[in-house]
């Protein structure tokens, strides 16, 4: 539509003479209009193609397995082909109405009417295109910087190095002592812990625990956790008051707990080492525990979702569900082999699984990742898209002023000023188009960090490299055009009408 409206004025007289020879407005609209829909099924049958190459990619970025086989597959085809053929429509229905009202007698003596309207739409499309990237290039710039944020973030817990193995079969659980034994004394590993739950995947069971002078209706649901001795050290999970659960304390093994600090805040305690030593009552139970430590908060949970009271009790049962084990940076391969050899020897009958838990605790944030991988390509399309569009209004713009660029040379005019000169009226609407998309980007990227509890803050040089970038496109996009316009022989403009 833009570049159609451009052209309009080369086209002009072509449309005065058909007219003036007879030709219907009808006509003439069905001859653009035809044109603008040709160039549109081209390109729907070069994307199809190009999809047809891309599925593997797109298979990654979305997760899925993507087919146009079969009857859904043409279905979606043919939907595809009639978005295809409205975009033609709607991209040429302007450049047709336009063109095709145009007065024979006005545009044979070379006036065009409605010059400045046609010049304003042109502008507000420029402005509309670089609106939508300026705001991708935000989206893409705050998602990536959330995304290092959710890699990076301080878990209150060693996740690296962790190796989680599930225990399904009976043989597995009823191993776990044996395998233990085995693994702390290789070298390569440093501790072998077990648990019902691991941070990150859900965690059902719960309790309400009040302290002493309260009611049960006071009580605090608290995530709860079962564990052996071990398992504490092996996350490094550290205690900010009390001590962890250990074997040298035979009265551990009978109702202690470990709270972590949001439960001894929730719980009204005054501080973490006033916890220590005080019962604490389970509301939907008959049990009383006297809490022997207060661990520092750490994440149990993605940082989707705020820290919640969370306590762990000694699983005496032995009915373990995951073995964890703390293999020791350097050699991870002879670890691994540890764990396989001590595996195969002690749990023959079942197949051993493993996984490692920085890994499994980003699986979180799957779809946060693809939406990072979606937004980028976006932004990429929309940039080309915006500077494909740039790019011909200013090679049109330098067609159009070349008798006035020959003037200015031969007066003495800069390659430099006639640069400027060019390329300022597409950059200030590059400036309009950030001006527009900032307070966009910020109310969508703003809503978007909402949904974690723990997130980045927006910041303005955000919003200023999202700027610059989009002004160095423009300019690298408009300048190219401009310095060859400048650059030609004033000579070969200016020596024939």
Known sequence: MNLSTARASKRAVEIGVRKALGAEKTRLVRQFLSESLLFSTLAFLLALGLTGVFIPVLEQVSGKHLSFSGTQGLALVGAFLGVSLLTGLVAGSYPALYLSSLKPMAVLKGRLPNAWATVSIRKGLVVFQFTLSVVLIVAAL?????????????????????????????????????????????????????????????????????????????????????????????????????????????????????????AVRELGFPSPEAAI???????????????????????????????????????????????????????????????????????????????????EFQKNYQAEGRLSYVVGFFTFIAILISCLGLFGLATFTAEQRTKEIGIRKVLGASVAGITSLLAKDFLKLVLISIVIASPIAYYFMQ?????????????????????????????LTVGFQSVKAALANPVKSLRCE
Not at 148 to 174: C, H, M
Not at 291 to 306: A, I, N, S, Y
Not at 448 to 474: D, K, P, Q, T
Request: charged share 20%; proline share 4%.
């Open 142 to 262: 705050i998602i990536g910087r959330q995304m290092d944020y959710l890699r990076s973030a301080d878990l209150g817990f060693e996740k690296d190095q962790q190796l989680v193995i599930p225990l399904r079969g009976t043989q597995a659980k009823s191993g776990v002592a044996a395998l233990k034994n085995a693994l702390t004394s290789h070298a390569q590993i440093e501790s072998v812990g077990a648990s019902a739950y691991y941070p990150g995947i859900f965690n059902p069971e719960d309790a309400n625990f009040y302290r002493a002078g309260q009611n049960p209706d006071e009580a605090q649901t608290t995530r709860t956790n079962r564990v052996d001795f071990d398992y504490l050290h092996t996350l490094g999970i550290a205690p900010v008051a009390g001590r962890l659960f250990s074997k040298e304390f035979a009265a551990d093994t009978n109702n202690r707990i470990i709270l972590n600090e949001t």
């Open 277 to 359: 030593g005080q019962p604490i009552s389970a509301a939907n139970r008959t049990e009383t525990f006297i809490v022997v430590g207060v661990t520092k908060d750490f994440h149990f949970e993605d940082l989707h979702l705020p820290i919640t009271p969370f306590a762990f009790t000694l699983n005496m049962g032995g009915n373990y569900n995951y073995l964890v084990v703390h293999l020791k940076a350097g050699n991870l391969a002879a670890g691994l082999q540890a764990v396989e050899s001590a595996w195969e020897k002690i749990v023959p009958a079942e197949p051993m699984e493993y996984s490692f838990l920085d890994e």
């Open 447 to 475: 809503k978007w960090l909402s949904n974690f509890a723990y997130r980045i803050e927006i910041s303005w040089w955000m919003f200023a490299a999202a700027g610059l970038l989009a002004v160095g496109i423009a300019f």
